[in-house]
């Protein structure tokens, strides 16, 4: 088995083929120094990957890193990979998961039906929809980034963990069962992408850390409004907890009123604390 990682992911990469004990195989992404002028993409092997299982890693977030994945895919078969697994840590466009309107493309099955183009098997980490992947011939796994952040919530200084809305309290669920502390939730009503507010809901936080678990954090916007509710009750310190840091256009200073924020290595940010290499490297073993 060898391990390739894409740009968007080479921590991670490197990270599964140390758990796999698998060779990596590095990738030039630059024929030139800085880049096409024209911002397209560019990737080589540098290594040999005839006959093998090869493991492809790459978030496909921002559009660049999906060319590259699809590049990479295609180069690894045409260097004559046996088999090709893909592990999307990521899986960018998932949440436009259905037609809302007439005439809309339902990007995320666009998204996976390429994907699985060049590819044998398809896992990702904690995905909006799953069933998108149902529409696929080939094997598809989801894996779960909530466990990393479970670890790190078990020793680090947090009394009780908080879902933001109803669709987050599986994940918070699963995490405090991992970090073995109490769990509740508020009531989000999104208004637009940059609007949230909470139903008011008063919840035991006086003097506690409490840590707020979702999927994704995108502009902060959701963490902030659950940060500032719990701060009006009193909450001493706020932990924003997350497995996608996507951390777009203002969540920087959205997140200002959060004491500390962590994110998996699905997507590299400067909050990245720990990974979901272990889980990945469980599931490629479980496919056999
Ligand atoms: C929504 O369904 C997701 O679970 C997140 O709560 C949402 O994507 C976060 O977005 P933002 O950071 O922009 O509030």
Known sequence: MKVVGGSASVPLALGIARELSAAYVDVAFEKHPGGFPDGERYVRLLGSVAGEHVVLVQTTYPDPKLVEFFLLADAIRD?????????????????????????????AK??????????????????HNPDIFSMLSIRTREVSGIPALGRYLEAADVDMLLAPD???IRLVKEAASIAGKPFDHFDKKRIDSYTVTMAHKEL??????????????????TIATAT?????????????????????DKAEANLKVCDEIV??????????????????????????
């Open 79 to 107: 260097e004559g990979a046996r088999r090709l697994t893909a592990v999307v840590p990521y899986f960018g466009y998932g949440r436009q998961d259905k037609r809302f309107l007439d005439g809309e493309a339902v990007s």
């Open 110 to 127: 666009t998204i996976a039906k390429h994907i699985a183009v060049d590819c044998d098997e398809l896992l990702s980490a904690t995905i």
């Open 166 to 168: 109803g669709n987050a």
């Open 204 to 221: 035991a936080v006086k003097r506690k850390s409490v840590a707020i678990v979702d999927d994704v954090i995108s502009t902060g916007g």
């Open 228 to 248: 500032r509710e719990l701060k009006s009750q009193g909450a001493r310190r706020v932990v924003a907890a997350c497995v996608h840091g996507l951390f777009v």
């Open 263 to 288: 994110s998996t290595d699905t997507v590299i940010s400067p909050h990245t604390k720990v990974s979901v290499a272990p889980e990945f490297a469980d599931a490629i073993r479980a496919l056999g």
